[in-house]
């Protein structure tokens, strides 16, 4: 009965406080990336500098600072490359726009220009500098989120210390806190595993068949793979449709349909609920379940975070000796590890001390 309220209670806050902790949430999540990319970077680093921590730092900004500007010239690569190629993408959907009207038979003849002829050109300002506004703003609450984050982690430490109170209890925060900073990395391992077994058998697949940025769609390929559901249909629907406006053939687009979308099946719907399952013993249906949640509460953000706080929720019930079961419910075997460590120490309960004293008299 407890469990219930508290879940009830639980999704009563997440709805109602929903504005505030969704852009934290999203913050937590870009600096468990960048954590674990940072800590990816420094691992490349010799032992012997690895540990100083000016050296860690730089490492780690230098590498993610190389990063996001690789993201940026392809993007802007891309950009140039489509506006050269314009011309040659409009003539292509004008082409398509006569078939399809000679297919229905109609006499009238509509080009791609008379479609954006009849666009409220103002109106559709408008919306877009709302929505522009809008994702600039949250844009700018998550940065602030993400740099606030980074800030109080230093002082993590110090405020275990003396949260614990004593040495043991500290040994055991410890314990539960890298366990559960370990399986995390774990989600986001198997995920950026997963990007890649999609976005590079994408890459090959364009390249050969001769798609203009093929090394673009494979980069946004690998970034829409960390969405669920809708990220594999943007996957597959993007790569279709950029053949089709550059070739205006059914082979090209057949192939690269085919391909790309079996690669994206079996990668969002076999390779990760496999891998989950077997590195964090996390049951298949649960995960499943789990994203649906997230999203039906939160959206894509819900959707992104949801295994990850599956991921924490059972390591946590693990070393609770009154939640085990639901730790074991959660698994894909049944088995987790013994309890070694808890994170409570869980007293007896007041009427079993009475019950025992007075079958016990001195």
């Known amino acids: 009965?407890?469990?219930?309220?508290?879940?009830?209670?639980?999704?009563?806050?997440?709805?109602?406080?929903?504005?505030?902790?969704?852009?934290?949430?999203?913050?937590?999540?870009?600096?468990?990336?960048?954590?674990?990319?940072?800590?990816?970077?420094?691992?490349?680093?010799?032992?012997?500098?690895?540990?100083?921590?000016?050296?860690?730092?730089?490492?780690?900004?230098?590498?993610?600072?190389?990063?996001?500007?690789?993201?940026?010239?392809?993007?802007?690569?891309?950009?140039?490359?489509?506006?050269?190629?314009?011309?040659?993408?409009?003539?292509?959907?004008?082409?398509?726009l006569a078939g399809v009207q000679n297919y229905v038979g109609s006499n009238e003849h509509v080009r791609l220009v008379d479609l954006f002829r009849e666009i409220d050109l103002r109106q559709l300002l408008i919306n877009l500098a709302g929505s522009t506004a809008a994702y600039t703003s949250a844009f700018f609450i998550v940065f602030l989120y993400v740099m606030f984050i980074f800030v109080e982690a230093q002082s993590f430490e110090g405020k275990l210390v003396a949260l614990s109170g004593d040495r043991d209890r500290e040994r055991r925060f410890r314990r539960v806190a890298l366990e559960i900073k370990d399986a995390v990395d774990e989600v986001l391992s198997v995920q950026v595993l997963v990007g890649l077994v999609q976005a590079v058998p994408t890459f090959i697949v364009m390249w050969l068949v001769g798609v203009d940025a093929a090394i673009f769609w494979a980069v946004l390929v690998f970034f829409f793979s960390f969405i669920p559901t809708i990220g594999s249909i943007f996957g597959i629907l993007l790569p279709t449709l950029m053949t089709l406006l550059q070739f205006l053939s059914l082979w090209p687009v057949v192939i690269v349909l085919t391909c790309?979308?079996?690669?994206?099946?079996?990668?969002?719907?076999?390779?990760?609920?496999?891998?989950?399952?077997?590195?964090?013993?996390?049951?298949?249906?649960?995960?499943?379940?789990?994203?649906?949640?997230?999203?039906?509460?939160?959206g894509i953000v819900g959707a992104l975070i949801a295994v990850p706080v599956l991921t924490i929720a059972i390591i946590v019930c693990s070393k609770v000796p009154s939640l085990r079961w639901v730790a074991v419910l959660f698994s894909a075997n049944g088995q987790i590890p013994p309890l070694d460590v808890t994170i409570f120490e869980e007293k007896p309960d007041h009427d079993e001390d009475e019950a025992g004293a007075a079958a016990h008299p001195a």
């Open 260 to 298: 790309v979308g079996i690669v994206q099946v079996l990668g969002t719907n076999v390779l990760m609920p496999h891998l989950m399952s077997r590195s964090l013993n996390l049951s298949s249906l649960v995960v499943l379940l789990a994203v649906f949640a997230g999203g039906a509460l939160w």
């Open 1 to 96: 009965m407890r469990i219930a309220v508290l879940i009830a209670a639980t999704i009563w806050i997440l709805e109602t406080a929903e504005s505030v902790l969704r852009p934290l949430a999203t913050g937590l999540l870009v600096w468990l990336v960048l954590s674990a990319t940072s800590a990816t970077l420094v691992r490349l680093v010799p032992r012997r500098w690895r540990h100083r921590r000016t050296t860690a730092r730089a490492v780690s900004v230098i590498g993610i600072t190389l990063i996001v500007g690789l993201i940026a010239i392809l993007l802007v690569e891309a950009v140039a490359n489509f506006r050269e190629n314009l011309p040659v993408y409009q003539s292509n959907v004008d082409t398509l």
